[in-house]
């Protein structure tokens, strides 16, 4: 089974699953998101969108409640749309107190029958803001954590999530694109810390994909990001760097139902 770990919702979604089926991938783990550059129409319309893009990952837009919600029921039309094709990833608001944070999990992902939390954004200096959440996770069944491992984070906050990591250890992790520029250290960490995963979506460039992908095979997750980048490409790559079918297979869809138990 092919399953893409990591893109965000696609309007319409039979677009996605067009894509989906010209590319031969089964299921996709789909995120919420409330950014759509799929639909812009020429350079003006993208700009506002890469723009709100750019202060969700740069921690300069405020995590409103409401934003959250309207995202997650964006996201559970899509998935009811497809219920066989789509497994629900959803975000939650950083900044809650314990209380809320538990309340807002159980309405929105528990309720929801979500897989799992994500993806998370914080800016840089933030990550120790995620401690709630791991704490939350915990309360429900222990939730998978999925965190954005590339700009604006730095090489410390790639430390912040490790020791997040080892403080909850029954938590699985997966950090996004492989670290970004801080892939070696990614590498290193994972190697030693047993439930923290790499996603390789956004791969820092071909020869990290094929370095991260058989030196820690078991240890990623193939992503794609979509809209922002091509399933069948994204596939291609993987399977060109890949050394044998066994680290293939692995990548591209064992580890993350192993994970998720599909």
Known sequence: MIIDGHSHVILPAEKHIQI??????????????????ENTK????????????????GGKSPSLIGTKRKSINELMTVIKSYPDRYIGFGNVPLGLNENDTNLYIGENIANNKLAGIGEFTPASGQVKLLD???KASMNFGRFPIWIHGFNPLVLQDIRDVAELCKTYPDIPVILGHLGGSNWMTAIELAKEIPNLYLDTSAYFSTLVLKIVINEIPQKCI?????????????????????KDSYVEDAVLGNNVAKLLKL
């Open 42 to 57: 020429d350079l003006k319309e993208l700009k506002i969108e890469m723009k709100k893009l750019n202060d969700v990952v």
């Open 132 to 134: 709630v959440i791991f």
């Open 222 to 242: 193939f992503g794609v990001d979509m809209p922002y980048g091509d399933l069948q490409l994204s596939l291609d790559a993987v399977r060109k760097v890949c």
């Open 20 to 37: 989906m089926n010209q590319a031969g991938v089964n299921k996709t783990i789909l995120f919420s998101t409330s950014v759509h550059p």
